[in-house]
């Protein structure tokens, strides 16, 4: 599967960005979707997932109640929507795809390109 991620930019803190990732070439509405992060000089960090069935969702404890994760597998599209933007949550953006439901990078078998997100303080 290609995934492609989508919607980034530049925001003021306490602003908001949806970030959309489309599949194709591949199973979509079995897998558990993710996104994570990477901000210059750190580690790729979880964000946020999804089951396949859209029935079950994940937050890493700095997203929540910010950040929410929606799927449409008629559309094999995933999206995180972003709100109240911090400073702190300027990364690349990555989608990912898993056979399974996890948090772990190291399971996630395919990944987007990647989007960036800058947030202005």
């Known amino acids: 599967v290609q995934l492609q991620a989508s919607g980034g930019g530049l925001v003021q803190a306490g602003g908001s960005l949806r970030l959309s990732c489309a599949a194709s070439g591949g199973t979509f509405g079995t897998y558990t979707m993710g996104w994570f992060r990477q901000a210059p000089g750190k580690e790729r960090e979880f964000v946020a997932a999804?089951?396949?069935?859209?029935?079950?969702?994940n937050y890493a404890d700095s997203v929540k109640g910010r950040f929410t994760i929606s799927r449409d597998n008629a559309k094999n599209t995933v999206s995180l929507q972003m709100n109240s933007l911090k400073p702190e949550d300027t990364a690349v953006y990555y989608c990912?795809?898993?056979?399974?439901?996890?948090?772990?990078?190291?399971?996630?078998?395919?990944w987007g390109q990647g989007t960036q997100v800058t947030v202005s303080s």
């Open positions: 999804i089951s396949w069935s859209g029935g079950a969702t």
């Open positions: 990912a795809r898993a056979a399974i439901w996890t948090t772990s990078a190291r399971v996630y078998d395919s």
